[in-house]
Every structure is written in C-alpha cells, then in structure tokens.
C-alpha cells in the first residue's frame, strides 16, 4: 500500500497550481471515499456521481474513474464497506460502568454516527435505492450480525435459544427503527434522551421475554445483579410495576 | 371489468384440451397474480420467470406475456400490491374483547400472512433483491404506514407526537422483525406463542415510553382501564415489578 499513483496526465494545469497533488494509493482511494460519503450524508446515493465525487475532492475526474471503473456501483460498496466498518468500530463496548451505562455508550457512538452520515444512513436502510443490490444487503446484514454479537457477548450468552435471538434482533430493529425515525422527524428529540429510551426499552424487552423463556430470564438475573438493586434497570423495572395502580 | 380476453390462437391443442378456459380479464389477472404468489412463497422472486407463471397456470407463454408486457417486474409490483392489499385487510380489528385481545387477534392474521407467504415476505422485508425498486418500497412503505395509522387508532389517539410515533414504529420493527427471525429459525416457535410475546412487548414497551412522554402515558392509562385490574396487560406489569426483589 505503499505504492504512489502515477502522475495524472490529464489533469489540467490550473488543477495542478490549485494544489492537486500525488498521493499513496490507498490514501487517495480512502480520501475519495471519505468525500464520497460526505456526499451521500446530504443527497440519496443515486443522486451522487462520480463527476461529483472528483470535484469535491479536487481530484481530476479520469482519476477518480481508475479509482472506480465499475462506476458509481463501486464507489457506492466501497463507501458503504467503510461505513460499515466504522460503525462496527464504535460498538466496542467500554469496559466500565453498569450494564446500562455500557449500553448507554454504544448507543451514543451508534447515534452520532446517524447524525454524521444522515440521509446516506437512512436511504441504506430504507433500501429501493438504485444503487442497492444483493451485495450491499449483504454488508448490512453483516453489521447487523455482529451488532446481534456484540449484544449477546455483552449479556454475557454464549449460545443463544431462539428466543433470546429473537429479543436481540427485535431490540435492534428498534434502535434502526427510532434513527430512522428520529431522522425523519427532524431530530426533534435530543439523542441523549433517545439513548435512555433504548437503554429502558432493552431492560423491558428483556424483563418480557424472560416470562416466556428461561434463558433470557437467567441472563436478566445476571445484569440485574450487575446493575445492583438502585440501578437503572431496578427503578425502571419497580415504575413498570407501580403503574396499574397509579391509575 | 366484464370483458372477456380474445382466443388465445398460440395456445396447442393439447393445451386447450387439458382445460384451458377463456377467463374474463380481471379474474384471469388475479389468477396468475395468485400462482405469482404461490411461486414467491418457495423462491426469491428473481428466481421467477414469467414462463414458470404460464406454467403453473396452465395458461400459454404469450397470454402471460400480454397481461404483464413490462415482464417479470411488472408481475412483481402487481403481485405486491395484490399482498399489500390482502396483509392490510388483515389489520381491520375485531371489535370484540380487551385491547390485548384485539391486538392478540390482529397478530394472528399477520403471522397467517407471513406463513402463507414465508419467502416472498421475507425478500421484500430484506429488501437487496433484483426486483426491488423505489416503487415496491413505496408499497411496502405505505403498508407500514397503514399499520401505524390503525395502531394509533386503536390506542385511541388522533395526533400523534413524536415519541408515540416512534414507540407505534418501534413496535412495528419489531413485528417485523420477529416474523424475520421466525421464518429463519425455521418456525421453531408457535405461532401462538409469538403472538403472546409481542402483545406483552407492546405493553412493557409502552409502559416503559409512557416514562418518558405524557402523551404515552394518557394512552396507557387509557389501555389499562380498559384491561381491567385483572387483565393481561396489569399482571405482565406486576410481573415485571416483582423481578428485581425475585432474584
């Protein structure tokens, strides 16, 4: 990866005064994609060319269309296999805090990451895009797996029933669901608050689930004792309770 | 709609006499729409020819291609268009019953849907497929539109704020996604157990947004009126309470 890309031949001069300069391949490559994504984060992937792409980047467009000769298909997995790559990065759990407040952090990293990539986010998800195929919905579902990983890791389950797959998956189609809602929306509800809406409604779904199966029960036990009998889970589990007889 | 489609002169005699029949227009299209579906059930629907309609339809190659001349895309939008219709006549709500109840039951229609339609339903929901376009989307858009409308109804609200709208759409993905995972886990659950544990969900999960939100709050305590003390929705939340002193 060392390797530096030739000289542009047809780059024209003005272009090379304005500062249009040799990069390390996989520098550029990664430089183009990372305009590219800045791109889709304001206009559906569909809209974006290549054409765009090399004038945002101050790149020369023949170069930018070796870097991607399969056109805008390419440019699109390329940017889409970094994003995915990113958000993957920022489900590394931090190591300390209650579970909640564990949960909490991956949460903030997942949502400011919504809120960078914005409309490519929600055009991704929503899927219908011209430029979405097997292969792309491939690498969403990969980040979907191991967001599904990551969650089962973090209850501690090393081999999980149906039923607990179940509770995973939906919590998770709840948290794509509340970023896609919270985008069309406008943002209008502060991230922090939807980030303690996710956190309760795990700790609910989970409570749920475990009156219908004995291993979700077993790993709820095991993060209500983390939380500790004043923990978050704990107080929102007793107002869950309360409420029949508030009325 | 009385029409009668012309004789079809390419049809073989051995083909007329093995019961091909004239149909009137519109039944002949909701005929091969219906074995569209059938086929989409078994196969992704990339992997269904026009030519695999005509033949499971007993009608000739060239009737087929003269009712869907935009080929196997316009067979696909109109077969589902034909689901779309049929899964939202499914959401109507029996009149009868508790608030669980009458979700209870509108759950058994849509899982009976899902199960009718197993592959066909969980292309379209992962989306990625060759015939998936901005046009299918929106239709499957405007069915989970419908869901909202008639869940927001049927909590009795007219005007919905945005964090009730994100719980009713949370709730959905997580319909969604729990008739995903079914059909992949190869039906391990019961149907009838599925159906409980989403009721249960709606009722923790919405327990739990009325915490955050007065709106949710007015809905809940309007829901648990009509549940009664004794109803499924007040002892799910009595069980939940009890969890943290259980352990």
Chains 1, 2 share one sequence.
């Not at 060319?49 to 298909?73: C, H, I, M, N, T």
């Not at 509340?178 to 956190?199: K, T, Y």
């Not at 749920?208 to 709820?220: I, N, R, S």
Request: no cysteine.
């Amino acid at each position: 990866m060392n390797e530096t890309e030739p000289a542009d031949p047809t780059a024209p001069a003005a272009k090379k005064r304005s500062g249009y300069r040799r990069l390390p391949v996989q520098q550029r490559r990664e430089q183009l994609i990372s305009v590219a994504l800045a791109l889709f984060a304001s206009r559906p992937p569909e809209e974006v060319s290549l054409d765009d792409v090399a004038e945002a980047s101050g790149a020369s467009r023949p170069l930018v269309y070796r870097y991607f000769a399969g056109g805008k298909q390419q440019l699109y997995e390329a940017a889409l296999r970094s994003a995915a790559e990113e958000l993957t990065e920022r489900f590394r759990l931090s190591v300390q805090g209650t579970p909640t407040e564990q949960l909490g952090a991956v949460l903030d990293g997942y949502f400011s990451f919504v809120a960078e990539h914005d409309a490519g986010y929600g055009a991704l998800l929503r899927g219908g895009s011209v430029v979405e195929t097997k292969r792309t919905t491939a690498i969403v579902d990969e980040v979907r797996r191991t967001a599904l990983r990551r969650t089962l890791r973090y209850m501690g389950v090393r081999e999980a029933g149906p039923r607990l797959t179940l509770l995973v998956r939906s919590w998770i189609s709840v948290v794509e669901a509340a970023a896609l809602s919270w985008l069309d929306e406008g943002r209008q509800i502060p991230p922090a608050e939807l980030r303690d809406w996710l956190v309760d409604e795990f700790v609910a779904m989970t409570a749920t689930a475990a009156g219908h199966d004995p291993q979700t029960a077993e790993v709820l036990a095991g993060l209500l004792a983390l939380e500790g009998p004043g923990g978050r889970a704990a107080l929102l589990l007793a107002r869950l309770g309360a409420l029949p007889a508030d009325r």
